[in-house]
């Protein structure tokens, strides 16, 4: 009796003990499912999120995705025309042309062959594609152009090209400038031949300011030098900051003094009514130059120069050479 009276006991819990630890089971699978749910929502949602209305995100993922090991710039709807273009391979890309391939195919972002072409600096490949008849003046969706391309990569060659078939050598006032790419990576070759070919040497960007400023930020040297030599204008930034103030900002001395060379104001004030010596790190070499500098008269010779520079005026610097002067002063008038 007794054992039976505990089966019986056994036989009443069992049923509602299994029934209890089910219970706890769903729960804790229902728990699981349900923040799963949520994390996959969230990544979802931050997918969507990243390349919401950014074309290159996506198409860059999407790259990532479906285009295993053809290297970095590999869109997904890239022609094999960009391919032999941005690997510079010219046979393939004339062989592909005489088949009969679109020379102006583009990809989403309308990159063409011939922005790869240059922005790889392959002259060759840039001059195949055009004499093919690839627009020179075509743009992506971010207003970047082939010559814009060339600039960047200071590729002198491929920017001669394209100049020399009709490129315009200056961008709207909104797009990508090849003239302040140039000078802020560096490329003073390339800065020569936009403004042989025409480009504003102080083409004003809202946002970036002049070439010159943006050559000053970058504190690239040789671009500065060939800005001023070219006759860009000294105090010419963006707002009321002058190159200048750029220059001392970096503490680049060597730049400071080529602008101060060129005439540049040393009391010019920016939007802090900072003066350039005031806008330099405090004990920088810098400062102490703008301090020496503010203390010393200047030389005769340089403000003549400076004097006759103006009179002349910058449109007219390359007749300088023709001053029935000894080559020395010509020199001296020049920079040179
Ligand atoms: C490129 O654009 C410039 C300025 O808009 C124009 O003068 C030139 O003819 C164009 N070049 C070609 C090849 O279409």
Redesign the pocket.
């Known amino acids: 009796m007794l054992k039976r009276g505990g089966n019986m006991t056994e036989a009443t819990e069992n049923p509602f003990a299994s029934l209890h630890y089910s219970n706890v089971y769903l729960t804790i699978l229902a728990l699981f499912c349900f923040k799963l749910f949520i994390k996959i929502s969230l990544n979802c949602l931050s997918y969507f999120y990243i390349i919401r209305g950014n074309r290159k995100e996506a198409a860059r993922i999407s790259a990532e995705f479906y285009d295993f090991g053809q290297g970095h710039r590999s869109w997904a709807d890239r022609s094999p025309l960009h391919d032999a273009a941005c690997q510079g391979r010219l046979f393939a890309l004339r062989n592909l042309l005489l088949q009969g391939h679109n020379v102006n195919v583009v990809t989403i972002d309308h990159v063409s062959p011939l922005h790869e072409a240059c922005f790889g600096d392959h002259v060759a490949c840039a001059r195949a594609l055009i004499a093919a008849g690839a627009?020179?003046?075509i743009t992506t969706i971010d207003g970047v152009t082939p010559l814009f391309n060339a600039c960047s990569v200071g590729s002198v060659s491929c920017a001669e090209v394209l100049l020399e078939?009709?490129?315009?050598p200056e961008a709207l006032v909104f797009q990508p400038s090849p003239i302040h790419e140039a000078s802020s990576k560096g490329s003073s070759e390339c800065v020569e031949t936009l403004v042989r070919w025409g480009a504003d040497v102080d083409f004003e960007i809202p946002h970036l300011g002049t070439p010159l400023y943006t050559a000053c930020v970058s504190q690239e040297i040789e671009c500065v030098r060939r800005l001023l030599r070219e006759g860009a204008n000294v105090q010419k930034g963006i707002y009321m900051e002058s190159p200048l103030h750029a220059a001392a900002e970096k503490d680049c001395t060597a730049i400071v003094k080529l602008l101060l060379d060129f005439g540049a104001d040393i009391n010019a004030r920016n939007m802090e009514f900072q003066r350039p010596v005031e806008a330099a790190p405090p004990s920088s070499l810098t400062e102490g130059f703008l301090l020496v500098y503010e203390a010393t008269p200047q030389p005769l010779s340089q403000l003549c120069r400076q004097r006759i520079r103006d009179c002349v005026g910058r449109d007219r610097f390359h007749l300088i050479n023709h001053l029935p002067l000894p080559n020395t002063l010509k020199n001296y008038l020049q920079y040179r």
């Open positions: 627009n020179v003046n078939n009709g490129a315009k």
